[in-house]
């Protein structure tokens, strides 16, 4: 006699979704619906990029599957200004770089400015041209692609912590990008980019002809106080098999935003808070 087989909820994916590369999702904003369908990726992370505070429903599923969600607000590239700074595009491209974070899923609100943007950066980490670059950030905004963005991309120069052992096979060594392992190198290396790099907030300004300038703060210094970043030991090279790790740490180049603590963001006890950042780059005091 045949059996009627279980009812399955159906696999829903979210919009705009796609591999990346292994390890690495995008999309747009998962709902109740995507669920099932996240569940089947087996995240360990969630990197959400809308300014906004993460929705308690995808809250609660991350917390009953053990998803880490990984706070970085963005406002998106908006001309005349460049809203995304690089020192926070070098956190978020450092995160998604850490083993320890993946399987991940990069998302905003329709995965196609934001998200668009920050795997178009990711993409400088693998040596991809730019001609595939803007085509491959095309396809995903469509009719909606903003030249901001792409000069954003064209202007952008990573610098990535790295964590070795835990670094992702498909990052390589390109002239582009700098890659370093301490939080002081880090921050150093972000100091001296801010004296030459046309998307520093002052030269971005001039160079658009914008009226009034836009208020900033230390992109530094703010990018990590809202990091929670740790110190740490430098080793010789990025790819060198680097200090000891304590595997139950979680990887401190995110805010961290626990589904357990009500998507609040989580500073580890050895942070590196704005003011100190601001001493060890030379600049003064973020607000």
């Given at each position: 006699?045949?059996?009627?087989?279980?009812?399955?909820?159906?696999?829903?994916p979210?919009i705009?979704?796609?591999?990346?590369?292994?390890?690495?999702?995008?999309?747009?904003?998962p709902?109740?619906?995507?669920?099932?369908?996240?569940s089947?990726?087996?995240?360990?992370?969630?990197?959400?990029?809308?300014?906004e505070?993460?929705?308690?429903?995808?809250?609660?599923?991350?917390?009953?599957n053990?998803?880490?969600?990984?706070?970085?607000?963005?406002?998106?590239?908006?001309?005349?200004?460049?809203?995304?700074?690089?020192?926070?595009?070098?956190?978020?491209?450092?995160?998604?770089c850490?083993?320890r974070?993946?399987?991940?899923?990069i998302?905003?609100?329709?995965?196609?400015?934001?998200?668009?943007t920050?795997?178009a950066?990711?993409?400088?980490?693998?040596?991809?041209?730019?001609?595939?670059?803007?085509?491959?950030?095309?396809?995903?905004?469509?009719?909606?692609?903003?030249?901001?963005?792409?000069?954003?991309?064209?202007?952008?120069?990573?610098?990535v912590?790295?964590?070795?052992?835990?670094?992702?096979?498909?990052?390589?060594?390109?002239?582009?990008?700098?890659?370093?392992?301490?939080?002081?190198?880090?921050?150093?290396?972000?100091?001296l980019?801010?004296?030459?790099?046309?998307?520093?907030?002052?030269k971005?300004?001039?160079?658009?002809?914008?009226?009034?300038?836009?208020?900033?703060?230390?992109?530094?210094?703010?990018?990590?106080?809202?990091?929670g970043?740790?110190t740490t030991?430098?080793?010789?090279?990025?790819?060198?098999?680097g200090?000891?790790?304590?595997?139950?740490?979680?990887a401190a180049?995110?805010?961290?935003?626990?589904?357990?603590?009500?998507?609040?963001?989580?500073?580890?006890?050895?942070?590196?808070?704005?003011?100190?950042?601001?001493?060890?780059?030379?600049?003064?005091d973020?607000?």
């Amino acid at each position: 006699m045949p059996t009627t087989p279980p009812s399955r909820e159906p696999l829903v994916p979210t919009i705009n979704f796609s591999m990346v590369c292994p390890g690495v999702y995008r999309s747009g904003y998962p709902t109740k619906k995507n669920f099932s369908f996240l569940s089947a990726l087996r995240l360990r992370s969630i990197l959400y990029l809308c300014p906004e505070d993460y929705a308690e429903s995808n809250l609660k599923f991350c917390e009953e599957n053990g998803v880490h969600v990984l706070r970085f607000p963005t406002e998106g590239n908006k001309e005349p200004f460049c809203d995304i700074s690089e020192p926070l595009m070098h956190r978020i491209l450092s995160a998604i770089c850490d083993t320890r974070n993946l399987p991940l899923l990069i998302h905003c609100n329709k995965g196609k400015h934001r998200t668009g943007t920050v795997v178009a950066c990711l993409r400088h980490l693998q040596g991809w041209s730019l001609v595939s670059i803007f085509e491959e950030y095309k396809r995903f905004a469509s009719d909606k692609a903003r030249v901001g963005d792409q000069q954003y991309v064209e202007l952008y120069h990573p610098i990535v912590r790295l964590t070795p052992p835990f670094v992702a096979s498909w990052v390589i060594v390109t002239p582009r990008a700098t890659l370093v392992t301490s939080d002081r190198e880090l921050m150093e290396a972000e100091a001296l980019q801010l004296g030459y790099s046309p998307l520093a907030p002052d030269k971005y300004l001039k160079k658009n002809g914008s009226g009034a300038a836009k208020p900033t703060t230390n992109p530094v210094a703010a990018a990590t106080a809202e990091s929670g970043l740790t110190t740490t030991t430098p080793t010789s090279s990025p790819l060198a098999p680097g200090p000891k790790q304590q595997p139950s740490q979680p990887a401190a180049s995110a805010v961290p935003m626990s589904a357990g603590n009500g998507g609040h963001s989580f500073v580890p006890s050895i942070a590196v808070t704005a003011a100190a950042a601001a001493a060890a780059t030379g600049f003064g005091d973020a607000t």
